[in-house]
């Protein structure tokens, strides 16, 4: 299985980012995925997961301003994120069958 993350950058606050996840290798239409993030010196923490059917659930620190979605044809995951905050920025990471991402950078400046 391999997971591959894109999409990350800089951005100032208020703006918009949205992030790709391609996941290969295995069944991913049968099966949740979910980002997380991690920004410097602080623990790796769940922001949203999309189970199969399609059902979502939010951390409380991003629900309203990020929207995670699946497209079961490319095998992919998006994180959209708008109304970006300084508190954003972390490396985000993209889990799914058991595998993480190498995780992209989002900066988000104030």
């Known amino acids: 299985v391999q997971v591959v993350e894109s999409g990350g950058g800089l951005v100032q606050a208020g703006g918009s980012l949205r992030l790709s996840c391609v996941v290969s290798?295995?069944?991913?239409?049968?099966?949740?995925a979910a980002w997380h993030r991690q920004a410097p010196g602080k623990q790796r923490e769940l922001v949203a997961t999309?189970?199969?059917?399609?059902?979502?659930n939010y951390a409380d620190s991003v629900k309203g301003r990020f929207t995670i979605s699946r497209d079961n044809a490319k095998n992919t995951v998006y994180l959209q994120m708008d109304s970006l905050k300084a508190e954003d920025t972390a490396v985000y990471y993209c889990?799914?069958?058991?595998?993480w991402g190498q995780g992209t950078q989002v900066t988000v400046s104030s």
């Open positions: 889990y799914s069958l058991g595998t």
């Open positions: 290798g295995g069944s991913f239409t049968d099966n949740a």
């Open positions: 999309i189970r199969w059917g399609g059902s979502t």
